[in-house]
């Protein structure tokens, strides 16, 4: 994951940008707020509610309001969450780069897994970004590498994980692999780690 910028401005005209979205009765996609931080921080928290202790990340504490509030300080994240009618029950955050969308977030809580939030929310970051920058090749994100279920989900809606060498088959992984270097030491990919792909058509 890239780092967080430190100390930039909420651009609040991103939000003009971003269409809210009705994708069934009752169920709402709108940009995230900071008002949302500690709704999000609880999504994360209980997406993890049917899996046992051994699958729970050992960064979750890191997801707590005020991480959060302050991540969306950063003008280059883009933040929405999925609601059934009032409730808040899925987040999706991603970053935008030249040619580039990676995924950084994607949570739905536990009662409602199985209910095609996550692919929703999946589909709307796609479009936005490239509405938002059509000039976007590929999507991006990671995933644990253990996390099976998650694997599944993402090769069923069209990703390819990467394995070494496929840089110079699909050439645009070079600008996420030299943000990475930039920014943060998430390249080389850690063992736990999965990056997966899809070209944004």
Not at 116 to 140: C, D, N, V
């Amino acid at each position: 994951m890239l780092s967080v910028k430190r100390g930039s401005t909420l651009d609040t005209c991103q939000f003009d940008r971003i269409n809210v979205s009705e994708n069934a009765t009752g169920v709402t996609i709108r940009p995230a707020l900071p008002g949302d931080a500690e709704a999000i921080a609880q999504i994360v928290r209980e997406s993890y509610a049917r899996f046992a202790a051994a699958h729970i990340p050992f960064d979750m504490p890191l997801y707590h309001e005020e991480s959060h509030t302050e991540a969306m300080l950063d003008s280059n994240t883009r933040w929405v969450v999925l609601q059934e009618e009032a409730r808040r029950v899925g987040v999706a955050m991603w970053r935008v780069l030249p040619g580039i969308a990676h995924l950084h977030l994607l949570f739905v809580v536990g009662d409602c897994q199985g209910k095609g939030y996550g692919r929703l929310l999946l589909k709307h970051h796609q479009t936005e970004a490239k509405a938002e920058i059509p000039e976007t090749k590929l999507f991006t994100l990671h995933c644990l590498r253990d996390s099976h279920w998650a694997v599944k989900f993402y090769k069923h809606q069209g990703y390819t994980m990467y394995e070494q060498g496929d840089e110079y088959r699909v050439t645009d992984l070079y600008v996420w692999i030299d943000a990475c270097r930039r920014h943060d030491n998430g390249w080389p990919l850690k063992a736990d780690k999965a990056l997966f792909y899809k070209r944004a058509h």
